[in-house]
Antibody
Framework: EVQLVESGGGLVQPGGSLRLSCVAS????????MNWVRQAPGKGLEWVSY????????YYGDSVKGRFTISRDNAKNSLYLQMNSLRAEDTALYYC?????????WGRGTLVTVSS | EIVLTQSPGTLSLSPGERATLSCRAS???????LAWYQQKPGQAPRLLIY???SRATDIPDRFSGSGSGTDFTLSISRLEPEDFAQYYC?????????FGPGTKVDIK
């Protein structure tokens, strides 16, 4: 069974940093492209970032470019999102999602709240 | 960036009725790379349809997708109680991948 479990969310002040993690199981992690997708409270879905299976290619949405960094450790079956210079508008539930284009598997998400 | 518009914002129907949800793109979606997701409160989205019309694994055949270019439709032939939820379309034909704002299907 495919499982994606996110962690690392919490309350952070504007301008602060946070690192999210996603641990994968039930499939060969190193064979799959991965993404972060977020959802602000009561709002819709927003794609945040993508990483190729090897980690050599990454993409970002315009709203996070230059502030967020996606990475992965295939030996640990783990996906990461380093978030710097956080803003109030980054407050959201952050999902880890498997797929190179559409997203077949999702985690349950980890909540990030940016507030003073 | 391709902007997706979904209509209606809310669809109020009774169990057993047919639901028709629309997703319109601001420009043509390459290769009809459009997906549909269902999301219930407190849950992660669930993939229903990809490639505009291909049902994902374990999705009941009452769900169907159609369309091409800029106009796409998700149809639910006979609404079951568990189908009342939020539905999102997503295009993955060109970066950045974008989602529509959603259609809520609620019980009339």
């Amino acid at each position: 069974e495919v499982q994606l479990v996110e962690s690392g969310g919490g309350l952070v002040q504007p301008g602060g940093s946070l690192r999210l993690s996603c641990v994968a199981s039930g499939f060969t992690f190193s064979n799959y492209e991965m993404n972060w997708v977020r959802q602000a409270p009561g709002k819709g879905l927003e794609w945040v970032s993508y990483i190729y299976d090897s980690g050599h290619t990454v993409y970002y949405g315009d709203s996070v470019k230059g502030r967020f960094t996606i990475s992965r450790d295939n030996a640990k079956n783990s996906l990461y999102l380093q978030m710097n210079s956080l803003r109030a508008e980054d407050t959201a539930l952050y999902y880890c999602a498997r797929g190179g284009s559409y997203f077949r598997y999702w985690g349950r998400g980890t909540l990030v709240t940016v507030s003073s | 960036e391709i902007v997706l518009t979904q209509s209606p914002g809310t669809l109020s129907l009774s169990p057993g009725e047919r639901a028709t949800l629309s997703c319109r793109a601001s420009q043509s979606v390459d290769n009809n790379y459009l997906a549909w997701y269902q999301q219930k409160p407190g849950q992660a989205p669930r993939l229903l349809i990809y490639g505009a019309s291909s049902r994902a694994t374990d999705i009941p055949d009452r769900f169907s997708g159609s369309g091409s270019g800029t106009d796409f439709t998700l149809s639910i032939s006979r609404l079951e109680p568990e189908d009342f939820a939020q539905y999102y379309c997503q295009q993955y034909g060109s970066s950045p991948w974008t989602f529509g704002p959603g259609t809520k299907v609620d019980i009339k």
